[in-house]
């Protein structure tokens, strides 16, 4: 629990940061940084609510010691969009209505935008399989996996014209 | 402010009788917008944009304009508690009326400022029309300060359905667009000026008594709390304070009592704790029962249930002087506001509980509980708002929980297949446990406090009524003689509380399970054999519709495959759904479709009802294949996602909603109507598919083996 001053590229940005380099990269994010959008469900990563891309990968920030984080670029769902455009994520989300409590929406979003910027057709089983470490309690399920079929689709329509 | 007397039409409007005056549920605000103030909380259930969806229709506004105050016992209507799949009749039904009145009342003072009669003026998008034509006018320019302070009177009409434009359509959710971003929203992103952080730590066992805290070396700045055997820590971060409450945690000695019944034998429990019998419905027809040819007798059962939300519960509270703020996430702030006064003997007024959202909540989970953490640490930092965050083990350990349930049914046919006598007894510990409830606050720490006692078993609500335990335990078919019977249990060695659809979940299980096995008996098919008990034309309309659209009657007969149908009218009064589950048992029970048609009345936002109903059949489909609380003789064990598993993404089945139109009924809530349905119709699917009927729950592989084992 000793203080140590860390440096964390988050969303593009660098931070300069004093604090505890054993603290899990979801405390920091959140307490650190100010980002609501990492959310905590767990604490043992077995839930997705904290998920963030760690160099292009998705994976879980609340058992992520952040000392681990530093040289690599971290990007929360705040840093998706570009120039104040949601991503193509985000709006499929919008599109198909596809929350309902929306505590998870953030690492589910998370989870899908690195997916797609690693495999960008997807099939769906591709798509349930890449959201498996993600839980919804609500039973939005069906709607989230429309979505990213649906920015999938949207991206590489786009792509391809 | 005016002060007639409410009027006695608004009997029928009940949250505006209890609530009458006019400024209480809109005002006018600067910058042309509505602010509409409901006591109905959101949690996901998308019950916000309806609301403002039918506050926009009334009043002839934009959609846009219109935005929800959050609710709050310093200034919202008083609304009880935000469950039962009611908050549009009762708040909803409120705000048209109230919305309707501001409108006459604003229009009626541009009658006396233009001259022109009320009834030649409309409204469009807010701004007076005089045939057509802007007259300068708008509600923002005539809402004077305290023109709303009125009380409401007769009801006066309002639009006909057929005239909406706004309500009525699948209007996107206001809510969502901040959770796509990661915008700070819920109360778990809330930070205040000055807030330190609490954890509290639990006893080791459900029953326990801390015999000492020992002497655990905390860093300095850390305060700890006592209290009996309530244990707590404040800190500077929330890592400090988890750090600290572990410190704490290994210090402490605790006297543990194994208080637990065995995790293995729930019927034994249910069947041998003392219970109180109670009378639900009873019409004899001895003659008809006579005539029963032959009889059938089943025992169903369901293990308790986790509501195990995705954010562990969370409160923030502050004491000023003798007064406390307190931040929940809780289903009812005023209850709670009642509560907290009640457990510490303050005076409600010197209580204020502001609710912020947190995440899905399916009944009373453990937001009220920690709110009263957060009193208690922040009584210790007078002037410091005091944020408490619970563990996932916290919320799957100590949350109330749906109580496990047996359901014994037994049921005679005529020689001709037609159902003349059935019985239906329930146990169950009771559902009715939120705070306030059977007049006592029912907050977790009371009890570890010093000279706290164990909380007492939780009420059922009224045998009649389709409450507690016995919702839906009378069945909807025509039976001439019946008797249903309800045994709550008057011990409670693990809390229960409400959990989505009461005992419908199981009700209807039981219920629609034995359909199948009656009908099966009559050598008939179980879609006409419902249709044959049924007289009212909206249930069969469901059952009929679900068969048709999911192709029942061509439904595939293979080894391992089996399709299953499940109904009921939620509460007997309620909305309408029938369910058809596909279901694969191969190695695993895998649910791979449903397909569920539902009618639930007038309809205010139907991509709302949609996804209402496709959320509560995933739920229950995970609640009947997966879910079951384990425990030892001491403590809940099921505490994290691993021992709690729930349906997840490369598991959860197709699922497609259809809403029938039911033009001129009431509105029905649409949250709870899934459950019951569709855990029948994939009981029923098993029983295909495996080849066996499976009667406890939930419906896995191992339960499988053991009903063909016994068979």
Same mark, same amino acid.
């Given at each position: 629990?000793?203080?140590?001053?860390?440096?964390?590229?988050?969303?593009?940005?660098?931070?300069?940061?004093?604090?505890?380099?054993?603290?899990?990269?979801?405390?920091?994010?959140?307490?650190?940084?100010?980002?609501?959008?990492?959310?905590?469900?767990?604490?043992?990563?077995?839930?997705?609510?904290?998920?963030?891309?760690?160099?292009?990968?998705?994976?879980?920030?609340?058992?992520?010691?952040?000392?681990?984080?530093?040289?690599?670029?971290?990007?929360?769902?705040?840093?998706?969009?570009?120039?104040?455009?949601?991503?193509?994520? $985000?709006?499929?989300?919008?599109?198909? $209505?596809?929350? $309902?409590?929306?505590?998870?929406?953030?690492?589910?979003?998370?989870?899908?935008?690195?997916?797609?910027?690693?495999?960008?057709?997807?099939?769906?089983?591709?798509?349930?399989?890449?959201?498996?470490?993600?839980?919804?309690?609500?039973?939005?399920?069906?709607?989230?996996?429309?979505?990213?079929?649906?920015?999938?689709? $949207?991206?590489?329509?786009?792509?391809?014209? | 402010?005016?002060?007639?007397?409410?009027?006695?039409?608004?009997?029928?409007?009940?949250?505006?009788?209890?609530?009458?005056?006019?400024?209480?549920?809109?005002?006018?605000?600067?910058?042309?917008?509505?602010?509409?103030?409901?006591?109905?909380?959101?949690?996901?259930?998308?019950?916000?944009?309806?609301?403002?969806?039918?506050?926009?229709?009334?009043?002839?506004?934009?959609?846009?304009?219109?935005?929800?105050?959050?609710?709050?016992? *310093?200034?919202?209507?008083?609304?009880?508690?935000?469950? +039962?799949?009611?908050?549009?009749?009762?708040?909803?039904?409120?705000?048209?009326?109230?919305?309707?009145?501001?409108?006459?009342?604003?229009?009626?003072?541009?009658?006396?400022?233009?001259?022109?009669?009320?009834?030649?003026?409309?409204?469009?998008?807010?701004?007076?029309?005089?045939?057509?034509?802007?007259?300068?006018?708008?509600?923002?320019?005539?809402?004077?300060?305290?023109?709303?302070?009125?009380?409401?009177?007769?009801?006066?009409?309002?639009?006909?359905?057929?005239?909406?434009?706004?309500?009525?359509?699948?209007?996107?959710?206001?809510?969502?667009?901040?959770?796509?971003?990661?915008?700070?929203?819920?109360?778990?992103?809330?930070?205040?000026?000055?807030?330190?952080?609490?954890?509290?730590?639990?006893?080791?066992?459900?029953?326990?008594?801390?015999?000492?805290?020992?002497?655990?070396?905390?860093?300095?700045?850390?305060?700890?709390?006592?209290?009996?055997?309530?244990?707590?820590?404040?800190?500077?971060?929330?890592?400090?304070?988890?750090?600290?409450?572990?410190?704490?945690?290994?210090?402490?000695?605790?006297?543990?009592?194994?208080?637990?019944?065995?995790?293995?034998?729930?019927?034994?429990?249910?069947?041998?704790?003392?219970?109180?019998?109670?009378?639900?419905?009873?019409?004899?027809?001895?003659?008809?029962?006579?005539?029963?040819?032959?009889?059938?007798?089943?025992?169903?059962?369901?293990?308790?249930?986790?509501?195990?939300?995705?954010?562990?519960?969370?409160?923030?509270?502050?004491?000023?002087?003798?007064?406390?703020?307190?931040?929940?996430?809780?289903?009812?702030?005023?209850?709670?506001?009642?509560?907290?006064?009640?457990?510490?003997?303050?005076?409600?007024?010197?209580?204020?509980?502001?609710?912020?959202?947190?995440?899905?909540?399916?009944?009373?989970? *453990?937001?009220?509980?920690?709110?009263?953490?957060?009193?208690?640490?922040?009584?210790?930092?007078?002037?410091?708002?005091?944020?408490?965050?619970?563990?996932?083990?916290?919320?799957?350990?100590?949350?109330?929980?749906?109580?496990?349930?047996?359901?014994?049914?037994?049921?005679?046919?005529?020689?001709?297949?037609?159902?003349?006598?059935?019985?239906?007894?329930?146990?169950?510990?009771?559902?009715?446990?939120?705070?306030?409830?059977?007049?006592?606050?029912?907050?977790?720490?009371?009890?570890?406090?010093?000279?706290?006692?164990?909380?007492?078993?939780?009420?059922?609500?009224?045998?009649?009524?389709?409450?507690?335990?016995?919702?839906?335990?009378?069945?909807?078919?025509?039976?001439?003689?019946?008797?249903?019977?309800?045994?709550?249990?008057?011990?409670?060695?693990?809390?229960?509380?409400?959990?989505?659809?009461?005992?419908?979940?199981?009700?209807?299980?039981?219920?629609?399970?034995?359909?199948?096995?009656?009908?099966?008996?009559?050598?008939?098919?179980?879609?006409?054999?419902?249709?044959?008990?049924?007289?009212?034309?909206?249930?069969?309309?469901?059952?009929?519709?679900?068969?048709?659209?999911?192709?029942?009657?061509?439904?595939?007969?293979?080894?391992?495959?089996?399709?299953?149908? *499940?109904?009921?009218?939620?509460?007997?009064?309620?909305?309408?759904?029938?369910?058809?589950?596909?279901?694969?048992?191969?190695?695993?029970?895998?649910?791979?479709?449903?397909?569920?048609?539902?009618?639930?009345?007038?309809?205010?936002?139907?991509?709302?009802?949609?996804?209402?109903?496709?959320? +509560?059949?995933?739920?229950?489909?995970?609640?009947?294949?997966?879910?079951?609380?384990?425990?030892?003789?001491?403590?809940?064990?099921?505490?994290?996602?691993?021992?709690?598993?729930?349906?997840?993404?490369?598991?959860?089945?197709?699922?497609?909603?259809?809403?029938?139109?039911?033009?001129?009924?009431?509105?029905?809530?649409? *949250?709870?109507?899934?459950?019951?349905?569709?855990?029948?119709?994939?009981?029923?699917?098993?029983?295909?598919?495996?080849?066996?009927?499976?009667?406890?729950?939930?419906?896995?592989?191992?339960?499988?083996?053991?009903?063909?084992?016994?068979?």
């Amino acid at each position: 629990m000793e203080q140590q001053e860390l440096h964390l590229t988050v969303n593009g940005a660098d931070h300069a940061l004093a604090c505890d380099p054993a603290a899990p990269l979801l405390d920091v994010l959140r307490a650190g940084l100010g980002l609501a959008g990492p959310r905590f469900g767990c604490g043992l990563g077995l839930c997705g609510a904290c998920m963030v891309i760690i160099d292009g990968k998705a994976r879980p920030s609340c058992d992520y010691p952040a000392w681990a984080a530093e040289g690599t670029q971290v990007t929360t769902v705040e840093g998706l969009g570009h120039d104040g455009a949601l991503h193509a994520v $985000q709006q499929a989300f919008l599109d198909e $209505q596809a929350a $309902q409590c929306g505590y998870c929406t953030s690492g589910m979003i998370v989870t899908a935008a690195a997916l797609l910027a690693a495999n960008p057709a997807p099939t769906e089983q591709e798509v349930c399989e890449a959201l498996d470490g993600n839980l919804c309690r609500c039973g939005a399920h069906r709607r989230i996996v429309a979505a990213v079929l649906r920015a999938a689709h $949207q991206r590489t329509g786009q792509a391809a014209r | 402010m005016t002060t007639a007397q409410p009027s006695p039409g608004l009997a029928a409007i009940p949250s505006l009788a209890a609530n009458p005056v006019l400024s209480s549920w809109l005002a006018f605000s600067p910058g042309g917008t509505v602010t509409i103030f409901s006591g109905k909380v959101e949690y996901g259930q998308g019950v916000w944009t309806a609301l403002a969806q039918i506050a926009a229709e009334e009043l002839d506004v934009a959609l846009a304009r219109v935005t929800v105050a959050p609710v709050s016992t *310093g200034g919202s209507p008083d609304e009880g508690t935000t469950s +039962g799949s009611l908050s549009i009749q009762h708040s909803g039904s409120a705000l048209r009326q109230a919305c309707a009145q501001a409108r006459a009342l604003l229009l009626a003072l541009a009658a006396d400022q233009t001259g022109m009669p009320a009834d030649a003026l409309t409204v469009g998008d807010g701004q007076i029309l005089a045939a057509g034509r802007p007259t300068g006018l708008s509600y923002w320019s005539l809402a004077s300060p305290g023109v709303l302070d009125r009380e409401a009177g007769g009801p006066v009409p309002v639009k006909p359905p057929d005239r909406w434009s706004v309500a009525g359509r699948s209007a996107p959710r206001l809510d969502l667009p901040d959770k796509v971003t990661g915008r700070p929203r819920f109360l778990h992103d809330l930070v205040l000026a000055g807030m330190r952080y609490g954890r509290v730590i639990r006893p080791p066992a459900l029953a326990a008594e801390l015999l000492s805290a020992g002497e655990p070396d905390l860093p300095a700045g850390m305060v700890t709390v006592r209290d009996g055997s309530f244990l707590g820590v404040v800190a500077d971060t929330d890592a400090g304070a988890l750090r600290a409450a572990r410190l704490v945690a290994k210090a402490a000695r605790w006297q543990i009592t194994e208080s637990l019944p065995d995790d293995r034998d729930l019927k034994g429990f249910l069947l041998s704790a003392p219970a109180e019998e109670v009378p639900v419905e009873s019409r004899r027809d001895p003659r008809a029962a006579a005539a029963a040819a032959t009889a059938r007798t089943a025992e169903y059962t369901r293990p308790f249930l986790a509501h195990a939300s995705m954010a562990p519960s969370c409160a923030i509270a502050r004491w000023d002087g003798e007064a406390v703020t307190v931040w929940s996430h809780s289903q009812g702030v005023f209850a709670l506001r009642d509560a907290l006064a009640a457990g510490l003997r303050l005076d409600p007024g010197q209580v204020t509980v502001h609710h912020a959202e947190g995440a899905g909540t399916y009944g009373h989970n *453990g937001a009220d509980d920690a709110a009263l953490d957060a009193v208690l640490l922040a009584r210790a930092v007078p002037g410091r708002p005091v944020r408490v965050q619970w563990s996932r083990e916290d919320e799957m350990g100590w949350a109330p929980l749906g109580p496990a349930m047996l359901a014994r049914l037994s049921a005679g046919l005529d020689a001709s297949g037609k159902i003349v006598t059935w019985r239906q007894d329930v146990w169950s510990n009771g559902f009715i446990g939120r705070p306030g409830r059977g007049g006592e606050p029912r907050l977790l720490a009371l009890a570890h406090l010093a000279g706290g006692t164990p909380m007492p078993p939780a009420p059922d609500g009224p045998a009649t009524g389709a409450m507690g335990s016995t919702r839906n335990a009378v069945p909807g078919y025509r039976i001439p003689d019946l008797e249903v019977v309800r045994h709550r249990l008057l011990a409670m060695p693990i809390r229960t509380s409400s959990l989505r659809s009461l005992g419908a979940f199981l009700n209807v299980f039981a219920i629609e399970s034995f359909m199948d096995e009656l009908a099966e008996c009559a050598g008939a098919d179980p879609v006409a054999f419902r249709l044959a008990h049924l007289s009212d034309p909206r249930a069969a309309r469901v059952i009929e519709e679900v068969a048709e659209f999911s192709g029942w009657a061509g439904r595939p007969r293979k080894d391992g495959t089996g399709c299953g149908i *499940g109904y009921a009218r939620y509460k007997g009064l309620a909305g309408y759904c029938a369910a058809v589950a596909e279901v694969e048992a191969l190695d695993d029970v895998r649910v791979r479709r449903i397909w569920l048609a539902v009618d639930v009345g007038t309809v205010i936002n139907p991509d709302g009802v949609v996804n209402q109903v496709e959320g +509560g059949a995933v739920q229950s489909a995970s609640w009947a294949t997966r879910e079951r609380v384990a425990f030892d003789r001491a403590k809940i064990t099921s505490v994290s996602w691993d021992s709690y598993p729930v349906l997840r993404f490369t598991e959860v089945p197709d699922v497609a909603v259809r809403v029938v139109a039911a033009p001129g009924q009431p509105e029905a809530g649409a *949250g709870e109507i899934a459950q019951g349905p569709v855990a029948a119709a994939i009981g029923n699917a098993l029983a295909q598919a495996a080849g066996v009927r499976v009667r406890d729950l939930p419906l896995t592989r191992e339960q499988v083996i053991r009903a063909i084992e016994a068979s």
